[in-house]
């Protein structure tokens, strides 16, 4: 039976002085990070955190941010990491919803979210040596994180994942990619993001080295792509988007990346022209397609042969997960699914219905098809179309509104709000600013319309799949 | 050539600031975007962000940037955006 920061401890004691994390700004042993992040449970302790008490990361991705992570779970919290360019009135619904009680951060930045909850301020003011006192019984069914994602009831919803969902998806991720102290993983996407979660925890399993990328260099694909070579980075995870832009504006052909053995992506589907152009550029490197919704971690995917297919399928099922196609829905059954949504009832779940429809190849392998829902996937965020509708229904001066979206190349997935006013319609840009005060960035629609009037079904409901087919047509 | 700021740069500057007003900063009234602002460190502008702005630089100021100019040295703040710019021959529309 191991934990999730049980990983740390084993790792720490085989080779203390090894690099556990590399930054732009710094360096950190796993003997460092093991003493931070004790001192930090050991400060949470003191607060007042006890076995299942949720606390919240507000920090800009750092050593600092990592050492939260491990601390908290080392204190026998549940951490809940927070987005530092999510908009106030978002951050508090996510504190209020799974009443936090504690939230590690830095002065500074805390000051601008004005909630009340007790804040365990950066760096600890006084630190004393030693472990924490064991955490008591707490087991592997013990959630060790939740996170949130867009709800289709137009608020965020809270995934509550346990110790052992997490680790055996851990576990298989480590095997699989056969990650060693030598590799030095890349750890791109921000901490609320699941795929962080194999960045994070099957590096420090395999007493490898995290790599944090600095959030800005993904604006500059040019400047990344000498970051990853500079850094000698071994395997690289990301959502396929930073990868096409890469591929298209890295000029990768720079430099050799002799290093870089291993590129995995999933979020969203990567256009095949896209990874055949990046694959001409880094033809050395192995590639990995993986699939799976935060709610069942990782369950399915597929190696990239020799052959690049169009379009990429999702694959097969990890080690100790059933996947199936039950009208079309892929099914999910195994050790990697959360214990549910914060707020409904948390206990080990035995199946999960992704509400993606899939179609099994002969081969065996699953291709994703869409979604039987109004979600989209965009820069690797899945997001309840209805959300932002709900949004949007809240402006005073709008009447009727449906969001659509449709597929984008390049962009990955164009949203657009059609929109009836009841008075005067309101510009796009006051629209944006509107959105951007309520939901994050990634969500607000691409264009804005509107209409005298929705077209309707004969039932008089707003006829969503002729606006989509329009749509889809016009941006094809 | 002069490394202190021009006459152009300042007038480059201002466009640059009123654009980066309508497009990006609905969302933080907090912010007062002078000169120095870090705009990618405020994550003020991301991935897809920076692609309209490149797009706005090239229409308005007539100039054309290799993907090499693309770096947080010459976005960082207006200033160093400006400069680039005016390095490149910007003309002002």
Known sequence: MTLLHELLEQSACRDPRRQAIISTRGECTYAELGRRSNALARALRECGVQRGDRVGIFLPKSIEAVAAIFGILKSGGVYVPLDPFAPPPRLRFMIDNCAMKAIVSTEERWRSLGSSVPVLELPLAVEHEGDPSPSAELGTTDLAYILYTSGSTGTPKGVAISHRASLAFVEWAHDAFALTSADRVSSHAPFHFDLSVFDIFATIKAGGTIVLVPPELSVFPFDLAKFIDEMRISVWYSVPSILIQLAMRGDLRRFRYEHLRAILFAGEVFPSRFLRELRQQVPHAGYFNLYGPTETNVVTWYPIGSEIPDPIPIGKAIDGVEVSAEDGELVVRGATLMSGYWGESIAPREVYRTGDMVRQLPDGNYLFLGRHDNMVKRRGYRIALEEIEQTLRAHPEIAEVSVIAAPHEEKGTVVKAVMVASGAAPSAASLEHFCAARIPRYMIPDLFEFRASMPKTSTGKTDRSRLQREFASAVI | ?93
């Open chain 2, 1 to 93: 050539m002069t490394e202190g700021p021009t006459r152009g740069d300042e007038r480059v500057a201002e466009t640059i600031r009123s654009h980066l007003q309508q497009e990006f900063l609905h969302d933080r009234p907090d912010v007062r975007l002078d000169d120095d602002f870090p705009l990618v460190e405020e994550g003020l502008i991301d991935s897809i962000g920076i692609f309209r702005l490149v797009n706005f630089l090239e229409s308005t100021f007539d100039v054309a940037l290799a993907p090499q100019d693309i770096n947080l040295a010459n976005f960082g703040s207006i200033r160093t955006i400006a400069r680039m710019v005016n390095s490149r021959g910007g003309k002002s529309a």
